[in-house]
T-cell receptor, first 114, second 114 residues
Framework: KAGVTQTPRYLIKTRGQQVTLSCSPI?????VSWYQQTPGQGLQFLFE???????NKGNFPGRFSGRQFSNSRSEMNVSTLELGDSALYLC?????????????FGPGTRLTVL | AQSVTQLDSQVPVFEEAPVELRCNYS??????LFWYVQYPNQGLQLLLK??????LVESINGFEAEFNKSQTSFHLRKPSVHISDTAEYFC????????????FGKGTRLHILP
């Protein structure tokens, strides 16, 4: 089985721009979760989608949003980028709910905001 | 408030020596517990998890963790480490309340000394 894939792998944007990140889960997985990883804050939960519905959301501003399509692929959007949004964004998929099942992580998208 | 604490950001240990990586959490609800590992230049992957049943869980590469409800801990142990265990280890806790979020600790970097 192919693993979790994320595109693009690297991204450079400027403040005020918006960005869309994409995640393709393992075939058959219905849950996709997004995380932000930074050296100072570690791994922080953004949100989880299960069968196209957002199940829960972390403590991030409304500039961070996402969606999941019928084929379980997911996108995350960040609008009005700020310097502090520079981070590694990880996507993880699981067969069941993220909190109860093994999550399989992608390699991440490294976003740099200038 | 719900939180996950990994007290040690780095742990140096000699090869073939025992190691314990500590994880504590704060919660008033039931939890599921996970340890994930990130080897150098690789993505995060599950090491072991506790959902129910025996409080002692083991991984295929010799690590074990014990769920201690009274101390709200899930420490990771290995009796004899190998150079290949060099990695960053993340404790994750899923809180079984209506928010159902998963929170990761900030990670512990394990350095194996020759």
């Amino acid at each position: 089985k192919a693993g979790v894939t994320q595109t693009p792998r690297y991204l450079i944007k400027t403040r005020g721009q918006q960005v869309t990140l994409s995640c393709s889960p393992i075939s058959g997985h219905r849950s996709v979760s997004w995380y932000q990883q930074t050296p100072g804050q570690g791994l922080q939960f953004l949100f989880e989608y299960f069968s196209e519905t957002q199940r829960n959301k972390g403590n991030f501003p409304g500039r961070f949003s996402g969606r999941q399509f019928s084929n379980s692929r997911s996108e995350m959007n960040v609008s009005t980028l700020e310097l502090g949004d520079s981070a590694l964004y990880l996507c993880a998929s699981s067969s069941g709910l993220a909190g109860e099942d093994t999550q399989y992580f992608g390699p991440g998208t490294r976003l740099t905001v200038l | 408030a719900q939180s996950v604490t990994q007290l040690d950001s780095q742990v140096p240990v000699f090869e073939e020596a025992p190691v314990e990586l500590r994880c504590n959490y704060s919660s008033s609800v039931s939890v599921y517990l996970f340890w994930y590992v990130q080897y150098p230049n690789q993505g995060l992957q599950l090491l072991l998890k506790y959902l129910s049943g025996s409080t002692l869980v083991e991984s295929i590469n010799g690590f074990e963790a014990e769920f201690n409800k009274s101390q709200t801990s899930f420490h990771l142990r290995k009796p004899s480490v190998h150079i290949s265990d060099t990695a960053e280890y993340f404790c994750a806790v899923s809180f079984m309340n209506r928010d159902d979020k998963i929170i990761f600790g900030k990670g512990t970097r394990l350095h194996i000394l020759p």
